[in-house]
Structures are given as structure tokens and as C-alpha cells.
Nanobody, 125 residues
Framework: QVQLVESGGGLVQAGDSLRLSCAVSGGTFSRYGMGWFRQAPGKAREFVAAINWSGGSTAYAESVKGRFTISRDNAKNTVYLQMNSLKPQDTAVYYC??????????????????WGQGTQVTVSS
């Protein structure tokens, strides 16, 4: 059974930075694609960023390009999301997910098989 635990969320001001972490246990982390999604109150979960098994390929939502960076450390079974220049509209619960099957980077929610419990990010103006 694959388990994910996110951490690093919090309350920050607009323009600040945060780094989210997602520690994965069970299975073979180095073989998995990983992604970050977020869900704001009253809205559907949306794609934020994804990274392939090696870290050599990444994808980002247009709304976070140039501000967020996804990375991974296969030795630590952890994926990160560095978030810079945060905006109030980035406020959401952030979830990481595991994609075990997609041949390319997965940007759709249904492509992810396992999810963490989420970590709250709140950006005040």
C-alpha cells in the first residue's frame, strides 16, 4: 500500500514563499510519476505541477508557471513544491498524488492512484 504525507503548508502573506513536501512510503517511489493538485473552497481540484519518475520532465499549470517549481529526491522518497511570489488566489488545500501507470507526465486527476491527506496553504493580501 502506497502512503503519502504532505507537509509545509501554512499562513503567509502575498509575495512570500513556501516549500511543500510529500513523503511517500510503500511501493517503488523512483518508478512513479508524481503530481501536485490543489482545491480551493467551493472549487474542483485542479492540477498544479507534475514530474516524471526521473525528475527530467516537468509540467505546470499556466497559473503557477514561473513561480512554482516541482522537484523530487528519489533517495528520500520525497517530492517537493517550491512556491514563490505567492498570491491570495493560491490559497487552497494542496495534495500530492502518485501516478503508477501513465507513460508520460500525468496532468489529469484521474491518472493518479494514491493521494495524501492534503496541507493547507493560506495567502493573505
Amino acid at each position: 500500500q502506497v502512503q503519502l504525507v504532505e507537509s509545509g503548508g501554512g499562513l503567509v502573506q502575498a509575495g512570500d514563499s513556501l516549500r511543500l513536501s510529500c513523503a511517500v512510503s510503500g511501493g517503488t517511489f523512483s518508478r512513479y510519476g508524481m503530481g501536485w493538485f490543489r482545491q480551493a473552497p467551493g472549487k474542483a481540484r485542479e492540477f498544479v505541477a507534475a514530474i516524471n519518475w526521473s525528475g527530467g520532465s516537468t509540467a505546470y499549470a499556466e497559473s503557477v508557471k514561473g513561480r512554482f517549481t516541482i522537484s523530487r529526491d528519489n533517495a528520500k522518497n520525497t517530492v517537493y513544491l517550491q512556491m514563490n511570489s505567492l498570491k491570495p488566489q493560491d490559497t487552497a488545500v494542496y495534495y500530492c498524488g502518485v501516478d503508477r501507470d501513465s507513460p508520460a507526465i500525468a496532468v489529469k486527476e484521474y491518472q493518479y492512484e494514491y493521494w495524501g491527506q492534503g496541507t493547507q496553504v493560506t495567502v493573505s493580501s
